[in-house]
């Protein structure tokens, strides 16, 4: 499994000029290639190599290393980026801090020492400082790492190391899942009864968004600075909550010997329908991303973490299995129509309760095939 392990790196102003130099003139370079890709169409990284790596070399005075970086990050763009850009359908252009990849042959951490050897324009910089908690630095020390981005980012130097950490045996989920209901009003509610309430969240982004009006309407040079220090802001604040979550519901599972069911909520935003004040909130919050921690989290502690369809899972009574749309009159009350029935409880451990059978009915279906599939070989 691999992992992205961020850390600052502390040089000196020397080592900086450095740096930002080899950001800028690489990014020159790609700018280059990639005025050849277009004129030429040319977007395989071995045949754009073989047409712009000797003037790269000559023109930009790269090492070799730095030259092919160039060369593949033009390649990847046009082969496998947006849309917009995909093989040539507009012409790509590189800013002068754009990330740039590095591997075992143009860099090396030193994770004991809290120190980087890299290469640049200027030539190899050794004993980098680097700042990182003793976790990363752990991780860093026993696990292979691989490409490496150097990010320049509001007057700061960053490294993002794709580390490859060994997955934890699967529990199989013997005891059942556990149930996870995602929304705006609580951020996450689970099977057992937890309920993480996204009102702290939500006042956040409210005094935010209006704090940005304001200064947007202001337009001063003080108001502009200060939109600038505040951005991304909110989404750092957003990210540490999705982290706290996920962590907790990674934790109770492996604990209870459980796996996780979440709803595939890919699309939402473009098939829910709403109204003009809860847009903002529906586009500001990210499910993917709490998706995607608790799914790596999971694969770390060994919990199985499964997608499940969230169809009809606000309108179906957990008990009865009964769909109708009027079980749900209220924003947090859900009440059974089905005579039968008459469950009454909250709408988001109801809809909870259901993710969590549907979670376990695919694992049932996923490993009777695994099984069936077995025996045939």
């Known amino acids: 499994m691999k992992l992205i392990v961020q850390i600052r790196l502390n040089p000196t102003k020397d080592q900086l000029d450095a740096l930002v130099n080899t950001l800028r003139t690489v990014n020159a370079a790609c700018n ?18 073989a047409v712009t790596y000797g003037d790269v070399r000559a023109r930009f005075g790269l090492q070799s290393q730095l030259a092919q970086s160039a060369i593949k990050k033009v390649a990847d763009a046009y082969g496998s980026g947006d849309k917009k850009h995909r093989h040539g359908n507009a012409h790509r252009q590189f800013r002068w801090n754009s990330a740039i990849a590095f591997d075992a042959r143009n860099m090396k951490i030193f994770p004991t020492e809290r120190t980087v050897a890299i290469s640049t324009i200027a030539g190899r910089l050794t004993g ?66 937890t309920v993480y309430s996204g009102t702290h969240l939500n006042h956040v982004r409210n005094k935010n968004l209006r704090l940005r009006r304001k200064l947007q309407q202001k337009g001063t040079k003080s108001a502009k600075r200060l939109l600038k220090k505040r951005s991304g802001r909110e989404a750092r604040f957003a990210r540490d909550v999705n982290h706290c979550i996920s962590k907790k519901l990674v934790t109770e599972a492996e604990r209870t010997g459980r796996g996780i069911a979440i709803e595939d909520l890919e699309g939402i935003r473009a098939r829910a329908r ?83 059978n549907r979670g376990a009915q695919g694992w049932a279906v996923s490993h009777a095939a695994t099984r069936g599939s077995d025996l045939a070989a």
């Open 274 to 356: 709403s109204r003009k004040p809860q847009r903002v909130a529906l586009n500001s919050w990210s499910f993917h991303q709490l998706g995607q921690f608790t799914l790596y989290k999971g694969r770390r502690a060994g919990v199985p973490v499964i997608y499940v369809d969230p169809a009809y899972t606000s309108q179906q009574c957990s008990h009865c299995g009964n769909i109708d749309k009027n079980n749900r009159k209220q924003q947090a009350k859900f009440a059974c129509t089905n005579p039968d029935c008459g469950l009454v409880e909250h709408a988001d451990l109801n809809a909870a309760r259901n993710i969590a």
């Open 128 to 193: 980098i400082r680097m700042a990182c908690a003793d976790w990363q630095a752990d991780m860093l020390a026993n696990n292979r790492f691989g490409e490496t981005d150097l990010v320049y980012r509001d007057g700061a130097v960053y490294l993002f190391v794709s580390v490859d950490v060994p997955e934890t045996e699967c529990n199989q989920a013997r005891n059942g899942f556990l149930g996870v209901d995602m929304g705006i009003v609580n951020i996450a509610a689970t099977s057992d009864g």
């Open 32 to 49: 280059h290639v990639s005025d050849i890709a277009f004129s030429r169409k040319i977007w395989r990284n071995y045949d754009l190599r």
